[in-house]
């Protein structure tokens, strides 16, 4: 039984809105930042009205670094690496399930265990594996010593010197994050509090398995699908290490990378007004997904929470 008195609901509702005071205060800052003038953004201390300038420095901000194009890159990105996350989770969730095969707990565990290799921790073979993706063709052809017999065979050098880069690639900026060991796991543990009985009466009236899991897993898992897309989205629109390493032209940078162009360096103009309302501008898609998702963010929460 829970106790609810009027100075308990008090003392709740005043540390709630604290920390939401406190949360969005550099929020407000930036906003307030991003519609002064360069002049008005220097003074000691800030203004805590925002100005008129917003407008104006969102034209100014869009000229300089094509914050079309990269507000354009980012969603390619976002999407690409949400979509790619949910269904390799889906399906290795799905096989480590359902179907029984040698070794099959070794895989899941092996799956787990790349949590602990974040993409900053591989990150020079990765981007090794991404500008040279025949290295391991190539590697694979030295080990089995397949060159070796080929040539005493039919006198011909068997030799890949092809090089297939993906460097300033859409493909390139998504494929090395599609992976998802905590995703598996989420549907792992879903796919577990199914009962069996649906399963056995799929199979009993002729269904595959991939009916099986188009027609009824699918569906059910669509709460869990829409909470963690939005975590993915906004998983693949905040990176930033991976994409400042991956793109050398400015066409192909995301928008998180193409703000740091407008942070003041050296002797140049301390224009904070107009890196701060290229952040507020870099935030609005990403809430504006969290908004229009809300229901079916909370809806997977709490029955991934089940």
């Known amino acids: 039984m829970i106790e609810r008195t009027p100075l308990l609901n008090a003392a709740c509702h005043a540390i709630l809105v604290l920390a939401a005071l406190l949360t969005c205060l550099p929020l407000y800052y930036a ?16 203004p805590l009205i925002p100005g008129d300038a917003f407008a104006d420095n969102a034209r100014a901000v869009w000229a300089r670094i094509g914050m079309g194009r990269l507000l354009l890159n980012s969603a390619i990105v976002a999407i690409g690496i949400a979509v790619g996350k949910l269904a390799i989770s889906l399906l290795s969730a ?5 179907f029984r095969f040698r070794f099959r707990r070794a895989v899941f565990w092996l ?9 900053e921790v591989r990150i020079v073979p990765t981007f090794e594996a991404m500008t040279d993706v025949l290295m391991p063709l190539r590697l694979l052809v030295q080990l089995t010593g397949i060159d070796a017999l080929a040539q005493a065979m039919t006198g011909w050098k068997v030799e890949i010197s092809a090089e297939w880069s993906l460097l300033n690639s859409y493909s390139g900026l998504i ?11 989420l549907f792992r543990q879903f796919f577990l509090t ?12 002729g269904a595959s398995p991939m009916r099986f899991f188009w027609t009824i897993l699918l569906p059910m898992s669509r709460p869990n699908l829409a909470a963690l897309g939005i975590i993915f989205f906004l998983f693949g629109w905040n990176q930033y290490l991976w994409p400042l390493l ?38 609005l898609p990403p809430i504006a997904v969290v908004l229009l998702l809300q229901r079916w963010f909370v809806k997977g929460l709490i029955e991934s929470g089940k």
């Open 31 to 46: 906003i307030v930042a991003g519609s002064l003038t360069t002049e008005a953004v220097q003074r000691v201390p800030l």
């Open 94 to 98: 799905f096989a480590i399930t359902y």
């Open 111 to 119: 799956i787990f265990l790349s949590l602990m290799l974040p993409v």
């Open 175 to 185: 494929f090395p994050l599609m992976a998802s060991a905590t995703a598996t796991f």
């Open 194 to 205: 199914i009962p069996d009985e649906l399963c056995d009466a799929a199979r009993i009236d």
């Open 246 to 283: 991956f793109t050398t032209e400015p066409s192909m940078t995301t928008v998180v990378v193409g703000i740091k162009q407008l942070v003041p360096h050296g002797d140049s103009i301390p224009a904070w007004n107009l890196t701060m309302n290229a952040a507020v501008l870099a935030m």
